[in-house]
């Protein structure tokens, strides 16, 4: 398999593992994560969306694409970091957060960054 695939496979698995996390209801985080962990949530949508902006600017890179507006999956990229977060106001035990829409943000945003700051091979 060439290297341009695995990193769409790559990039669409993260999107449907932030997808999954964000998602979840309230209490499935409530019974399977440790109470200190619980507190770390800021940290984890940092993350999730630092490697889905990561993995983006990868596949775009090893595709030779140049990302513009209209592209689809920058799309999808911005859909899904703004769009969750509105969505978790209807899931049971989640709410919408400004914080968290902000973190989602920052996190893409910095993944996004990374491209000019390691060099990829």
Do not use: C
């Amino acid at each position: 398999m060439n290297k341009p695939k695995v990193s769409k496979i790559i990039f669409y698995g993260w999107a449907l593992v932030v997808v999954t996390l964000t998602l979840l209801p309230g209490f499935f985080f409530e019974s399977t994560v440790p109470k200190p962990l619980l507190g770390l949530d800021k940290l984890v949508h940092f993350v999730l969306f630092f490697m889905l902006g990561a993995f983006y600017q990868y596949k775009n890179h090893l595709a030779k694409e140049k990302p513009n507006f209209f592209n689809t999956d920058l799309f999808l990229v911005l859909l899904l970091t703004f769009g969750l977060e509105l969505l978790q106001s209807v899931i049971p035990g989640r709410s919408a957060s400004l914080l968290d829409f902000f973190m989602n943000g920052s996190g893409l945003l910095v993944g996004f960054i990374t491209k000019f700051l390691v060099k990829v091979r």
